[in-house]
């Protein structure tokens, strides 16, 4: 199936807008670890805009947010 | 004395006098130093029935005991006092090469009084203080004012300055360090205006400092140093600054828009972030004294409406301040506003908080143009905002400025209309810009429990919350969901101990959430040499805390005020959050249980107190019920 990643933020510069054919096992998690940063930084998904479980499943045509937990103050 | 100095300077502006003392070692063992200390100080000295902005009021500067140490975050300097914004405890922490100078002339704070008969500075050269006539810098900006001390007497000279907003006694009013680094919150300018005191500098000829382990202080710096600089988050916020990931807060909905009216603006998020500002306007970075992270930004904008010449650059709540919150998405006139603030003299989150209430009542029709002077309110108007309101509340000019000049929550109550309902507030300091809502509900717990009002850096609750620091050493290593109240209130207990610590020990959270607690327990120790384990350090964290209740309570703040306004606790209207309610009663009572403070007054109980080896504190305010 075909899912959209999307970084924002801080997350930008650790990858670039995807179009990805991936596997129907593949969760939020598991798209971060392997085509994103894989250290250190905390990270949540946002999946079609709410905020979505890192381990739950996807379906074609999603759009995934990578967000980093970071704030400035 | 290991570690501090021991000794403050004690100025009586209506004496024209200037006397050093040297303070009991029990109150730095009690109350670390920085805001701790300043309030036992304060409790032990103030006069809580004066005016803030009195001849009577206390004014104290104070340092913790890593000032000067050569740390990454560790040279802040606290001011408190009573805020003459909320009428209750009130402290401001700054970074900037205040601290460190101050140390390294012989002393960790200073205590004013009084009020001279002309506008004066106090300088200090090591051991020699005098109080100085300052007429020719009155009636002008921080900038200009910054300037004109380096020029006379050395740019190695540290200054604390106040604009005209300090001077007319505006209640947000800053004090400003080198022209960059704010003391910006609880209004302190104000009451350094309310004395006539338009600057404080600083120059020492040494840096004698005696600690009570060297050694192990010299490996635990060596380790810690670059432990922070190279951590991910120093390398993020060194590039693109506090701002950085403001874009993804937008997403997250932690970021607040209009008054707090909405969680979710895609398109600002991406014109206000922090990348934006480093391509387009960044011209240097800049740090704090000895810290290896150089979050600060300057900027240059060459042309525009919003041109500025080069000079410091806003910081992540100032550019939601001065932008989302007042429904704008322009960087440069965010950065514009801000270098006025600076330079006026005024705390761009009040401000903000402040205007964008007014903004709001504008389009309701609470306030009209009659209320205004003929000014129209409307958001994202920013060219008003910079050449009208900005400077009206600086001069309390116009019936705009007055009004505004007093703070959201005072601005409210004059207007009426339950124009109240939509301040964002606690305690009359306005909610800085990180919306509980989206981004974590303990938020809105911490906001509420802070002794000075809405204060996102007076615990470390956000980057607990968020999972950027973890201490299993006391019990926090479990992760948290943000946008649920569970463990929330657990948290706060921790989180409120750890944020008296920070802001006594006057630590930059950027910092210091890279330090351990074996880490934390070796600085105190190889520093001031007190023997500590993490318990022990806790305990005088959290013995901060519920000084600063008390202190509150003789002012007359009980229980009721830990609240958040109906704003802050109705659904968010739209974003990620939309729908969501925050468990703010639930929280805050299993909070009180666990912290074992009274649920009416608000205060810790007498059992408590003594636990805490503060019998005698619990005697006086518990007497005064």
């Known amino acids: ?73 | 004395m290991n570690g501090n100095t021991g000794k403050v300077i004690n100025v009586d502006l209506d004496k024209g006098s200037i006397k050093t003392e040297i303070l009991p070692e029990e109150y730095y063992a009690g109350y670390i130093g920085g805001s701790g200390l300043a309030a036992k100080l304060f409790w032990e000295r103030g006069n809580f029935s004066a005016d803030p902005l009195s001849s009577e009021a206390m004014l104290i500067f104070m340092n913790g005991p890593f000032a000067g140490l050569k740390l990454s975050g560790a040279s802040r300097n606290s001011v408190a006092g009573r805020s003459p914004l909320t009428g209750n405890w009130g402290d401001s922490s700054c970074g900037g090469y205040f601290a460190p100078e101050l140390r390294y002339a012989g002393y960790d704070g200073i205590i004013i009084k009084g009020k001279a008969s002309q506008p004066a500075m106090l300088l200090i050269e090591d051991d020699k203080a005098e109080i100085i006539p300052a007429m020719e810098y009155w009636g002008k900006g921080t900038e200009e004012v910054n300037r004109a001390i380096k020029d006379k007497y050395g740019k190695n000279y540290r200054t604390l300055v106040i604009g005209p907003a300090g001077e007319n006694l505006v209640k947000y009013s800053i004090i400003l360090n080198e022209g960059h680094h704010a003391f910006g919150r609880a209004g302190f300018g104000a009451v350094m205006g309310s004395k006539n005191l338009k600057a404080i500098v600083v120059k020492a000829s040494g840096k004698n400092m005696k600690l009570a382990d060297p050694e192990k202080y010299e490996e635990l710096r060596a380790e810690l140093n670059p432990k922070i600089k190279e951590a991910l988050a120093s390398d993020v916020m060194r590039e693109n600054g506090t701002a950085a990931n403001l874009e993804g807060g937008v997403v997250s909905g932690d970021v607040p828009i209009k008054n707090y009216t909405s969680n979710f603006w895609e398109e600002m998020g991406q014109e206000l972030n922090g990348g934006v500002l480093t391509e387009k306007y960044l011209t240097k970075r800049r740090a704090c004294a000895y810290c290896s992270i150089a979050c600060k930004r300057v900027v240059e904008i060459k042309e525009g409406p919003f041109a500025i010449p080069e000079g410091p650059g806003p910081e992540y709540e100032t550019i939601a301040a001065l932008g989302s919150l007042i429904g704008s998405m322009d960087l440069a006139a965010a950065c514009k506003a801000g270098r006025l603030c600076n330079d006026l003299g005024i705390d761009t989150i009040s401000a903000g908080g402040t205007i964008a209430w007014a903004m709001e009542a504008f389009e309701r029709g609470d306030i009209t143009e009659k209320d205004t002077g003929g000014i129209q309110l409307l958001w994202g108007d920013m060219e008003t905002v910079i050449e009208k309101i900005l400077p009206g509340i600086a001069a309390r000019k116009g019936a705009l400025g007055m009004l505004l000049a007093e703070g959201s929550l005072a601005a409210a109550v004059k207007t009426g209309k339950g124009t109240i309902n939509y301040t964002v507030q606690c305690k009359g300091l306005e909610v800085p810009m990180h919306d509980p809502r989206g981004g974590g509900h303990g938020l809105a717990l911490a906001y509420a429990v802070s002794p000075r009002g809405a204060c996102h850096v007076a615990t470390p609750m956000l980057f607990m919350e968020m999972g950027a620091c973890y201490y299993p050493e006391i019990g926090f290593e479990y992760e948290l969901e943000p946008k649920t109240d569970e463990h929330k209130a657990e948290t706060a207990v921790i989180a409120v101990a750890l944020g008296a610590i920070e802001n006594s020990a006057c630590f930059c959270q950027f910092a210091d959430r890279e330090i351990t607690m074996p880490e934390w327990v070796g600085l105190f120790n190889s520093v001031a040499g007190y023997n500590w384990d993490a318990q022990d350090m806790m305990k005088a964290g959290t013995r901060v805390f519920y000084l600063k209740r008390l202190i509150n309570y003789l002012f007359g703040r009980t229980a009721k005020d830990d609240a958040l306004t109906p704003r802050m606790l109705e659904p968010a209207r739209d974003g990620e959050p939309e729908g969501v309610v925050i468990n703010f009663e639930g929280m805050k009572n299993k909070f009180y249980g666990l912290m074992d403070m009274d649920p009416v007054k608000g205060m810790p109980s007498r059992k408590k107190l003594e636990e805490y080896g503060m019998s005698a504190e619990a005697k006086r305010a518990w007497q005064e019920t």
Do not use: H, Q
């Open chain 1, 1 to 73: 199936m075909k899912i959209f990643l999307v970084p924002v933020g801080i997350m930008k510069k650790y990858m670039k807008e995807l179009e990805l054919e991936i596997d129907e096992t593949l969760t939020p998690k598991g798209l971060m670890e392997k085509y994103i940063f894989p250290d250190k930084l905390k990270t949540v998904y946002f999946v079609n805009g709410k905020r979505t479980d890192p381990d739950s499943k996807l379906k074609d045509g999603d759009v995934v947010k990578i967000v980093s937990t970071f704030a400035g103050g």
